[in-house]
């Protein structure tokens, strides 16, 4: 069985971005529900998968996919964010540098977030050598979609972003990308790709 995956910070630490409430919500009832479902669907199809990434792969379209590829997603999200925010560094900031500079990466995943119609998910990804900014509908990623090497999501749903902001996503989406955006963790997905090693992977089913 899949377990919900630990928050890596206190409940209250991305504030005032993010409150408490919002991640107690976010994090104990709609990430929660994910997992509930998605070990409820392998239970009656008497499934025992050796990891998330196989189920998210295997699939296809429907229920089992959305539980289990949005189980994924809020697990990658929460990695994403920092309290102790830092700028990029190293061999990611030289790819920022070549993608435009930072104010060029952050116009640009500001802009796809906002414009993005209905739920989703707005990412940073390394394809073809090179920083992308895609983003895809529902519970869709970049493991079902040919969208490049994930190094940073945010949440474009409403419910990750309402209870604070309001209907103003754009004002969400700045102020993550100014205060809460886990450019380490980013580096250490750059360096996994360009090794050519998995990266972060959900936590395995016990």
Request: contains cysteine.
């Given at each position: 069985m899949?377990?919900?995956?630990?928050?890596?910070?206190?409940?209250?630490?991305?504030?005032?971005?993010?409150?408490?409430?919002?991640?107690?919500?976010?994090?104990?009832?709609?990430?929660?529900?994910?997992v509930?479902?998605?070990?409820?669907?392998?239970?009656?199809?008497?499934?025992?998968?050796?990891?998330?990434?196989?189920?998210?792969?295997?699939a296809?379209?429907?229920?089992?996919?959305?539980?289990?590829?949005?189980?994924?997603?809020?697990?990658?999200?929460?990695?994403?964010?920092?309290?102790?925010?830092?700028?990029?560094?190293?061999?990611?900031?030289?790819?920022?540098?070549?993608?435009?500079?930072?104010?060029?990466?952050?116009?640009?995943?500001?802009?796809?977030?906002?414009?993005?119609?209905?739920?989703?998910?707005?990412?940073?990804?390394?394809?073809?050598?090179?920083?992308?900014?895609?983003?895809?509908?529902?519970?869709?990623?970049?493991?079902?979609?040919?969208?490049?090497?994930?190094?940073?999501?945010?949440?474009?749903?409403?419910h990750?972003?309402y209870l604070?902001?309001?209907?103003?996503?754009?004002?969400?989406?700045?102020?993550?990308?100014d205060?809460?955006?886990?450019?380490?963790?980013?580096?250490s997905?750059?360096?996994?790709?360009?090794?050519?090693?998995?990266?972060?992977?959900?936590?395995?089913?016990?």
């Amino acid at each position: 069985m899949f377990v919900l995956s630990d928050l890596p910070y206190p409940h209250a630490s991305l504030e005032p971005v993010l409150s408490r409430t919002t991640l107690e919500t976010h994090h104990g009832k709609h990430h929660k529900k994910y997992v509930d479902t998605l070990n409820d669907l392998l239970a009656k199809e008497g499934r025992r998968p050796a990891s998330l990434e196989e189920v998210i792969r295997d699939a296809g379209p429907g229920k089992l996919f959305n539980n289990a590829a949005q189980t994924w997603n809020h697990g990658f999200f929460w990695e994403c964010m920092a309290p102790d925010h830092e700028a990029p560094s190293g061999d990611l900031a030289g790819l920022i540098e070549a993608y435009g500079g930072l104010d060029k990466l952050r116009e640009d995943f500001v802009t796809e977030g906002a414009g993005h119609f209905a739920s989703g998910w707005v990412w940073i990804t390394l394809k073809d050598g090179a920083l992308a900014v895609p983003s895809t509908h529902d519970a869709m990623n970049t493991l079902s979609e040919d969208e490049g090497f994930p190094l940073l999501v945010c949440d474009v749903w409403e419910h990750a972003y309402y209870l604070d902001h309001k209907q103003d996503r754009k004002g969400f989406l700045e102020a993550w990308f100014d205060r809460l955006a886990n450019w380490r963790f980013a580096a250490s997905q750059l360096s996994a790709a360009q090794s050519a090693a998995p990266g972060w992977t959900y936590p395995a089913p016990r």
